[in-house]
């Protein structure tokens, strides 16, 4: 099993002024503990598990183009993209210079999207959950094109791109690896049987019948199901001082024996950085063979 970690906050006791040096503390210091996965959400106002909307809250491609910048082996994702936030062909573009410019470190986490307050607040059109289903379906064809070298026009019901061109492609061959966030059984599980590389799911009670019945949708498609990464979203809570390090890795054992390849998550105090560290020397060696 692999770790990754989330950074879902940014608002650090110096504000703006501090706000890019903290942030590539924190992503250097998971970087050199050996985190196999670094990532953002990709929200405009913060969510309310997290904080009030008015925390400060970065713009996640962004943020992925400096944290690029600042780390040199980890994974660079976004925990997910909301699909109907940028036009496909764009998003395509933006991962594919994420993969070049970090020397192929990039994927595309995606989802359909669920925030209305912030699409209703930046004017972002938030159509019924049938239609974002929709589009997110013609966003993963077109980006698998475009990634591709595929210049072919793409005639969608929503999307028409006269000439997809992406130049140059991404350095991952065939294309960055898709995670496809959410464990809706009937729409987002069949998606990532289809098209995705990997899932993310919850770590909750469910989450045994919810890899069922991607398992279903795998055998229904002609999909190998052991192809597929199966992520889980994991925050790590260490105690104070590291003390339930031992209860984390027993639970992360347990996931394993589910077929969980990676957990990733909030780190619970990552600003601190001690916390990266004791998961750098205990938790990540300890997990490696699950």
Not at 31 to 36: I, L, R, S, T
Not at 71 to 100: E, F, M, N, Q, W
């Amino acid at each position: 099993m692999r770790i990754g970690v989330q950074i879902p906050d940014f608002t650090y006791p110096g504000g703006p002024a501090t706000l890019g040096a903290d942030l590539a503390r924190i992503a250097r210091a998971a970087d050199e503990a050996g985190f196999d996965t670094i990532a953002v959400m990709d929200h405009f106002f913060q969510i309310s598990v997290v904080g009030p909307p008015e925390n400060d809250m970065l713009e996640a491609y962004t943020t992925l183009g400096y944290l690029a910048g600042v780390t040199s082996r980890a994974r660079l994702l976004v925990l997910v993209t909301g699909a109907i936030y940028r036009h496909p062909g764009i998003l395509a573009k933006t991962v594919s210079t994420l993969d070049v410019l970090s020397g192929g470190r990039a994927w595309l986490g995606i989802g359909a999207a669920w925030n209305e307050e912030e699409s209703r607040g930046l004017g972002i059109p938030f159509p019924p959950v049938t239609e974002r289903f929709e589009r997110l379906e013609e966003t993963l064809r077109i980006y698998q094109q475009m990634c591709l070298g595929d210049e072919t026009p793409f005639v969608g019901r929503h999307y028409q791109l006269g000439r997809p061109l992406n130049r140059p492609l991404p350095l991952t061959r065939p294309y960055p690896p898709i995670m496809v966030g959410g464990g809706g059984e009937k729409r987002t599980l069949r998606l990532v049987a289809q098209y995705a590389d990997a899932c993310n799911l919850f770590n909750a009670p469910d989450l045994e019948r919810k890899l069922e019945v991607l398992r279903g949708h795998c055998e229904a498609v002609g999909r190998d199901y052991d192809e597929i990464q199966k992520t889980v979203y994991y925050r790590f809570d260490l105690g104070a001082a590291g003390e339930r390090a031992g209860t984390v890795v027993a639970d992360l054992e347990r996931l394993g024996k589910l077929g969980i390849d990676l957990a990733i998550g909030q780190v619970q105090g990552a600003e601190t950085i001690t916390p990266l560290e004791i998961i750098g020397r205990d938790i990540i060696p300890a997990v490696a063979d699950f």
